[in-house]
């Protein structure tokens, strides 16, 4: 008990997988290690083509890897067929036997276990009322919404109480106030009933409200891993910060580096950026910086602190954009509230004096 | 909108009236003929055919006594018939599923290759089965010169050759609409299944069997019918010996110039067809209902 404390519920170790032959091969996963705790929301997230389907169906055992390992609480799993992995599968379009009732597809994993026909009826009854489906156990899928289908292929997929439960973009096939009311529920289900989860989707919105950690992959390969909190505000590299929200990217000279402070000139003035140490040199490099960590006041002509002039205003309801060009002709989005404001916002052509937190903007390590 | 849509329907509406309909209800009329002394019938009321059918009058007594001969006749056409689309199911459902799991841009290839026999005409193509399978043929010589058997085996005109014949006539019947329902199959119902703790077997019994089970009814109605009435392989691959009901009902127009029964053993069948058929759909739509 107390080593599988210690093992992780799914590690990854440089795992590499091509598709398809010759000219057309394409590196699927190119050299994955991934740590997944117990008890742990875990997102892979990414634009599609990234790899993040075929780790998850790899770590359900429908695809090999051509190289590295997979490890199950310390187990090593890769020789297993997808049946004899105490891992369950929600699937995108949920893959609801459409023969069955709703209970005889929940039923259906413990049936193959060869539990007690008692426990069986019992652990049904405990599903669908997690799920909130109890008075549609008599249904066949075909007679559900989306929504409720969707909580069928998860009632299912948790009955046999898996260690892990893999979700392929399960949300993707709702609309998006189900979606929204949705990701709170599976956050809670999470919670409850102690299963890690691994859950796939290209919906940084998604990732950020749910997950305890989150892999940003791209072309096989992850780009960061980490706290929803650290990859928005730290993220490593432009497709990172480029991926999730929205971010100004600015090019800057590296004067001075800290343990995890950058010291940037941008036109001028000298910015506080935070860095990730592994990721920099002096020189010219590239800081990103969202548009909300950006305040202003009026007036500003040159001197130390950054000023701009302002090109251009839209309005967003709860925000006002702002397009301002820097003296050395960079444009950089700056967004303020609208609530709570008491001077106007500045008009087209007016000169302001812009301000970041110290350690906002972000140096990249490309 | 109704009349446009009787019009467009009205080419296959006179085909089925004409040449179906009007030919089944002239058969059932003449079943209650008299038959004419050269063929053709007489328009005598008469129910002789169904008597012949099930009685015999006994020579001395004058009496009639109850006799199986064309029963049994009806009773091995049916095995027969049974038989050949078992073998059918057997031989057509791995390879719709085979055609069905290759990749889309290959299997109507695949699917053209199983048309393929269609391309000869049947008789030619039962002549020639004969021709292999009978006792100075390749296959029994085969067999004789690898030295498995001592002497050729029987194998033209049995029952054997009739169900071979038979499964060679049909079972593109088979493969296509199993075929059709496989193609349509999600397969990530599969993965859902193996995902779920489910074996190779439980996964084709409980999961890929009863999704595409209207395919398999529809194949095995389309070989068992036209096997329960075929004509060409009893008669060639059998040697006419052993009849089937399509045997029985020709010999009636050509040999025995008894047309009435003849009709009367074509509407026997025909009315046996219905009933089961009827049967078996009142069954599919109560436990749909059911469910």
């Known amino acids: 008990m107390d080593s599988e404390q210690k093992n992780p519920a799914v590690e990854i170790r440089a795992v590499s997988k091509k598709f398809g032959r010759g000219a057309e091969q394409v590196k699927a996963l190119d050299g994955v290690t991934l740590t997944i705790g117990d008890n742990e929301f875990f997102t892979l997230l990414g634009p599609s083509g990234c790899g993040k389907t075929t780790l998850l169906r790899m770590i359900a055992g429908f695809e090999q890897p051509d190289d590295g390992g997979i490890f199950l609480f310390g187990e090593d799993i890769k020789a297993l067929p997808p049946h004899k992995r105490p891992v369950n599968t929600v699937f995108q379009h949920y893959a609801l036997f459409p023969h069955m009732t709703v209970a005889k597809n929940v039923a259906f994993s413990l049936e193959m276990l060869g539990r007690a026909p008692a426990e069986i009826e019992r652990t049904i009854g405990e599903m669908l009322a997690l799920v909130k489906m109890e008075q549609f156990a008599a249904r066949k899928p075909a ?37 929204q009311a949705m990701r709170a529920e599976l956050k809670t289900m999470q919670q409850q009933t102690g299963i890690t989860f691994v859950f796939v989707t290209h919906d940084q919105e998604e990732a950020l409200t749910m997950s305890d950690r989150i892999a940003v992959m791209s072309g096989g390969r992850v780009r960061q891993t980490g706290a929803p909190r650290d990859i928005y505000e730290k993220p490593r590299d432009s497709f990172v910060a480029n991926f999730i929200g929205e971010s100004n990217f600015l090019t800057v000279t590296v004067e001075k580096l800290e343990q995890d402070t950058a010291w940037c000139r941008l036109d001028g003035a000298l910015l506080q950026c935070s860095c990730a140490g592994e990721a920099a040199g002096f020189g010219e490099a590239r800081v990103s910086i969202r548009p909300e960590q950006i305040s202003f006041s009026a007036g500003g002509n040159g001197g130390p602190a950054l000023s701009g002039v302002v090109e251009g205003l839209t309005y967003l309801g709860t925000d006002t954009q702002l397009s301002v060009r820097l003296g050395d002709g960079q444009r950089l989005q700056a967004r303020v509230q609208n609530a709570g404001r008491e001077q106007p916002p500045p008009g087209p052509g007016e000169r302001i004096r812009l301000k970041m937190n110290p350690g906002a903007a972000r140096l990249l390590a490309d | 909108m109704t009349r446009a849509r009787l019009l467009l329907l009205s080419p296959t509406l006179a085909m089925i009236g004409f040449f179906l309909l009007l030919p089944v209800a002239l058969m059932a009329v003449y079943s209650f003929l008299s038959p004419g002394t050269y063929g053709g019938v007489e328009w005598l009321l008469s129910f002789d055919a169904y008597i012949q059918f099930f009685f015999e009058r006994d020579f001395l007594t004058d009496e009639l006594v109850f006799h199986t001969s064309y029963l049994s006749i009806y009773f091995r056409s049916f095995v027969q018939a049974l038989a050949a689309t078992v073998i059918c199911l057997l031989i057509g459902f791995p390879t719709a599923y085979f055609i069905a799991t290759r990749p889309p841009a290959t299997r109507s290839a695949w699917v053209l290759l199983v048309t393929v026999p269609y391309w000869v005409n049947l008789l030619i193509r039962t002549v020639s089965m004969l021709f292999v399978i009978r006792d100075e043929g390749p296959l029994n010589g085969a067999l004789t010169a690898v030295g498995i058997v001592d002497a050729p085996l029987r194998i033209a005109y049995t029952d054997f050759a009739i169900a071979l014949g038979l499964v060679y006539s049909y079972l593109p019947f088979m493969v296509l609409p199993i075929y059709a329902a496989i193609e349509r199959f999600d397969f990530s119902l599969m993965e859902a299944a193996c995902d779920l703790y489910a074996g190779r077997w439980t996964i084709l019994r409980r999961i890929i069997l009863p999704t595409v089970k209207p395919g398999v009814v529809a194949g095995c109605l389309l070989v068992f019918i036209p096997s329960l009435g075929a004509y060409i392989a009893p008669d060639l691959l059998g040697g006419g010996k052993n009849l089937m009901i399509g045997n029985l009902v020709a010999l009636q127009f050509q040999g025995s110039r008894n047309w009435p029964f003849g009709a009367a053993a074509a509407v026997l069948l025909l009315s046996v067809v219905l009933v089961a058929l009827t049967v078996l759909a009142r069954r599919r739509a109560l436990s749909s209902a059911g469910n």
């Open chain 1, 143 to 179: 007679q559900l919404s989306g929504g409720q289908q969707q909580r069928i292929a998860l009632a299912r997929a948790l009955a046999p109480r898996p260690r892990v439960l893999l979700l392929d973009e399960p949300l993707s096939a709702l609309d998006l106030k189900l979606r």
